[in-house]
């Protein structure tokens, strides 16, 4: 499969942990991006790379979230001390420059 | 950030008919998008258009760019079962940034 992989698919931890998602983009793709959704909403823009470079940051990303691309491949994203209203679906989307953006399957957070 | 509106919220109707969703904004918006979401997966691109007025087919699905560039339609032609799902719109001001609508429930009955 040559799609975008998320992983992992869900994640279930207590509130105040630390999580990290990553994802693998469509391999030619050199933009990456990451949505949240809520229940009933569409996807809400994070943040997203060029290549490895950070190119742009959603006013929704608080200090606790952090997002890398080392190596302009996969990237990871982190959510640190993890509240109630972080429970989320993350989404990880990749293009080729401004092309039309090819989502992954998501990663399910639920705060306990 | 910008607003998208899609309308209906939901629609119900029967195997065999024909189905028509739009999206409005306030902003300009250089790319559209319609996307389909089944629950517990990712949006899968439908329909991307580029250009004022365009219109452009994927099977039974058929997307307009409106002349205004504030607004989309999507229509689906002769639904079948497998078509349920929530349809989004996606659109993109210069830059990089897509802004999604709030979906269209769509519900299929056989």
């Known amino acids: 499969d040559t799609g975008v992989s998320q992983n992992p698919r869900h994640k279930i931890t207590k509130r105040g942990q630390n999580v990290t998602f990553r994802c693998d983009p469509i391999s030619e793709h050199n933009r990456l991006y990451w949505y949240r959704q809520t229940l009933g909403q569409g996807p809400e823009f994070l943040t997203y790379f060029q290549n490895e470079a950070q190119l742009e940051k959603s006013r929704l990303l608080s200090d606790r979230f952090s997002a890398e691309r080392p190596k302009g491949s996969f990237s990871t994203l982190e959510i640190q001390r993890t509240e109630q209203g972080d429970s989320a679906m993350y989404l990880c989307?990749?293009?080729?420059?401004?092309?039309?953006?090819?989502f992954g399957d998501g990663t399910r957070l639920s705060i306990l | 950030g910008q607003q998208l509106n899609q309308s209906p919220q939901s629609m119900f109707i029967q195997e065999g008919e024909d189905v028509s969703m739009n999206c409005t904004s306030s902003?300009?918006?250089?790319?559209w998008l319609w996307y389909k979401q089944d629950p517990g997966e990712g949006p899968v691109l439908l329909i991307a258009?580029?250009?004022?007025?365009e219109l452009t087919s994927n099977g039974r699905l058929t997307a307009q760019f409106g002349i205004t560039r504030k607004d989309s339609f999507l229509n689906i032609s002769a639904s079948i079962p497998s078509d349920v799902g929530i349809y989004f719109c996606a659109g993109q001001l210069s830059g990089n940034q897509f802004y999604f609508g709030t979906g269209t429930s769509l519900t299929v009955i056989p």
């Open positions: 258009l580029y250009k004022a007025g």
């Open positions: 989307a990749s293009s080729l420059q401004e092309g039309p953006q090819h």
């Open positions: 902003s300009i918006f250089n790319t």
